[in-house]
């Protein structure tokens, strides 16, 4: 109950912001609950970061403990004889550079024989390997180009996190545009319903005086194409205002409702308030970041196809003892006897045979990977040069369409003022002003779709 109430309490201060004034950060957190879309992303940046997550942990030791008991019965003469091991097994292991994997394991064993009080025997052993990829040269301009790539850590972790910023930009930068823009067309169509009215009174005007041959016909028939024309405009963007309408309707914000200069003024100060990435530089880092991803499988993939050197070496601390009375008594015995530490020393080499895929063929399969791979690299290098250039060619393009329509709104303004000073004088009647003012609006509206764009351009980079 008293999280319902937060939540209604929270909605309420959000809502009652938003039509008034609007920063992105409230923006964000009305998308949040308003846009599915969002949670499916979210959702599937947690999937990519517990991914990561266990990629980071393949680095960290690894510790099993293997437990195992057998019973076991033997005939000896006329007698059954059972008796019944006990051991434990420890093994460490841990993944090192280039493929090479280390582990270290310890074994210790119990026996009894049964029936009666049985008879005790302890032993114990260990061993370290070594397991290492042959044919290093196959793959090491693969681990040459993962340094290019600039993903010495972990590359889906960061092709994650970059994924989900870009698309976050975007998801505010669209829905936002989109509100603001059906504001805006909203506000557009009662101002084309006024010239409407100003046309259809003025062809009433024109055909009076067509009737009373103080104006030609053709005069009269381009006044009638103007209303026309007019009216068809209208009726056209009415299709796409409710098309907008319908994407919005879901949304706890009326469209009609937005204060739409308190938005624009609040966003463009919290956009001019700091730099920050745009959508497009998050999508560059995430190609670099997912390319990165690529090189590792490759090398991952190498690796599983490459022949294996294995070294291990083995050792017994000292003899097995046996028939003892008790568990302790051969521990204690065991490890109290001078010990002898025998050991050996093996190496064995894997050579996987695959028909399909023969391991002669591993360097040519990598060889066309990493040709790919370098030519993405230089794309994405060239990208990378040239993306700082790009984005300001984009906001220097929508910060001089903004700077010419406030000019063109201004100017409109102006002559409005004139307009009405010259009404009062008598020079102009009231259906010149009336007309102006249609101008002057639709000027201003055309001022607002300029700003919403420099918004988006700001956010996104293109």
């Known amino acids: 109950m008293k999280n319902t109430l937060y939540f209604n309490i929270l909605m309420f201060f959000l809502l009652s912001s938003a039509y008034g004034q609007m920063t992105i950060s409230e923006w964000k957190e009305i998308l949040i609950q308003n ?26 030791p690894s510790i099993t403990a293997n437990p195992s008991y057998s019973l076991k019965k033997e005939k000896t003469g006329s007698v059954d004889e059972l008796s019944q091991t006990v051991s434990l097994g420890m093994t460490l292991s841990q993944k090192l550079c280039v493929g090479t994997m280390f582990s270290s394991s310890f074994n210790q064993t119990v026996t009894s024989e049964m029936p ?35 993903t010495s850590g972990n590359c889906a972790r960061y092709a994650g996190d970059s994924r989900w910023q870009a698309s976050q930009l975007r998801m505010i930068a ?17 101002n084309r319903e006024a010239l409407m009215e100003w046309y259809k009174q003025t062809l009433k005007n024109e055909q009076f005086l067509f009737e009373s041959g103080q104006i030609s016909s053709i005069d009269f028939a381009s006044a009638r194409n103007e209303s026309i024309s007019v009216e068809t405009a209208y009726r056209e963007s009415q299709y796409s205002l409710v098309n907008s309408l319908r994407q919005t309707d879901a949304w706890e914000i009326d469209p009609a409702s937005i204060e739409i200069e308190g938005w624009l003024f609040t966003i463009e100060g919290e956009i001019g308030s700091e730099k920050r ?19 590792s499988e490759l090398v991952d993939d190498e690796l599983d196809c490459l022949p294996k050197l294995s070294v291990s070496y083995s050792y017994t601390p000292g003899f097995a003892v046996s028939n003892k009375k008790d568990t302790w008594t051969a521990l204690y015995d065991y490890w109290n006897s001078p010990l002898s530490m025998d050991w050996s ?23 066309s990977k990493r040709s790919a791979f370098r030519a ?6 060239r990208t990378s040069d040239g993306i700082a250039e790009s984005i300001q060619k984009v906001l220097n393009q929508r910060s001089l369409m903004v700077t010419q329509a406030n000019r063109s709104w201004l100017l409109e303004k102006d002559r409005l003022d004139l307009y009405r ?17 249609i101008q002057a609006r639709n000027a201003q509206l055309d001022w607002y779709s300029a700003r919403i764009d420099f ?8």
């Open 455 to 462: 918004i988006v351009a700001c956010l996104c980079g293109d």
């Open 277 to 295: 990435k745009t959508a497009v530089e998050y999508e560059l880092e995430t190609s670099r970041y997912d390319l990165g991803c690529a090189i």
């Open 345 to 367: 020393i093996s190496a064995s080499i894997s050579v996987p045979l695959m028909p399909w895929s023969p391991v002669w063929d591993i360097n040519k399969l990598g060889t």
């Open 116 to 150: 009666g009080l049985g008879t005790y025997g302890y032993n114990t052993s260990g061993s370290v390997s070594l397991l290492v990829p042959l044919f290093y040269s196959q793959y090491s301009d693969t681990r040459e180009l993962t340094k290019y790539s600039e």
């Open 421 to 437: 000073i010259r009404a009062t004088n008598g020079d102009l009647s009231e259906m010149d002003v009336r007309y102006q003012e």
């Open 35 to 60: 846009d599915s879309s969002w949670r499916v992303g979210y959702e599937n940046f947690i999937q990519e970061g517990i991914k990561a997550k266990a990629i980071d942990e393949e680095w960290l």
């Open 174 to 190: 669209n829905t936002l545009s989109l509100f603001l823009k059906t504001s805006v067309l909203i506000d557009r169509q009662k």
């Open 376 to 381: 993405r690299f230089a794309d994405i290098s």
